[in-house]
């Protein structure tokens, strides 16, 4: 298994509060994402790194920013936590080498309840 | 606007059966081709790639691509209970791009 893990992996919070998410990985591959999962909605890029301090936005990223200060490390926050955010939150990570193409490695996820 | 879809099912099958599960994108550049198996309440695990047409076989479990046609399959052989899950597929187009889009899934029930 891909060395990838996330905390916390279960979180209640209140609305209105900021949360941060963390994801770290030990395979220092260089492209670290952050998903959503939700019902009917399948998985939604909410923001990716391509490298330490490079990232940028995904299709969902309102109200979500990211940080990354460290190849290990990608930091995803809540900037004031909605009900519309509770969801289950995935980090991946990929890297290129010859003869494969970016597949990714999904961590084991976050539960992320907003009341 | 890429998309990917899937039968979001359930598909249903009976064990030892072979089961599959197709995937359709509208962007012909697409180039490179995931499958995965996620469980409930668990994350996305990444089970086959393809790039070339054809065929790939990995043990009981072969991915099927026609770029020509714009689908990509997974066929699962000797269907086993343990198989029932969500089956994602992920397409990536060519050129320097690093982020696949994701169908929403197809939900496979493998019934003893």
């Known amino acids: 298994d891909a060395g990838i893990t996330q905390s916390p992996r279960h979180k209640v919070t209140e609305t209105g509060t900021p949360v941060t998410l963390r994801c770290h990985q030990t395979?220092?591959?260089?492209?670290m994402y952050w998903y959503r999962q939700d019902p009917g909605h399948g998985l939604r890029l909410i923001h990716y790194?391509?490298?330490?301090?490079?990232?940028d936005k995904g299709e969902v990223s309102d109200g979500y920013s990211v940080s990354r200060s460290k190849t290990e490390d990608f930091l995803l926050t809540l900037e004031s936590a909605t009900s519309s955010q509770t969801s289950v939150y995935f980090c991946?990570?990929?890297?290129?080498?010859?003869?494969?193409?970016?597949?990714?490695?999904f961590g084991p996820g976050t539960r992320l309840t907003v009341t | 606007q890429k998309e990917v879809e899937q039968n979001s099912g359930p598909l249903s099958v009976p064990e030892g059966a072979i089961a599959s599960l197709n995937c359709t994108y509208s962007?012909?550049?697409?180039?490179?081709f995931f499958w995965y198996r996620q469980y409930s309440g668990k994350s996305p695990e990444l089970i086959m790639f393809?790039?070339?047409?054809g065929d790939k076989e990995d043990g009981r479990f072969t991915a099927q691509l026609n770029k020509a046609s714009q689908y990509v399959s997974l066929l699962i052989r000797d269907s086993q209970p343990s198989d029932s899950a969500t089956y994602l597929c992920?397409?990536?187009?060519?050129?320097?791009?690093?982020?696949?889009?994701f169908g929403r899934g197809t939900s496979l029930i493998v019934h003893p």
């Open positions: 991946a990570i990929s890297e290129y080498s010859s003869g494969r193409s970016y597949e990714q490695y």
């Open positions: 395979e220092n591959h260089r492209y």
């Open positions: 790194s391509y490298g330490v301090k490079d990232t």
């Open positions: 962007d012909r550049g697409s180039q490179s």
């Open positions: 393809i790039y070339s047409n």
């Open positions: 992920a397409v990536k187009v060519a050129g320097g791009s690093y982020i696949p889009t």
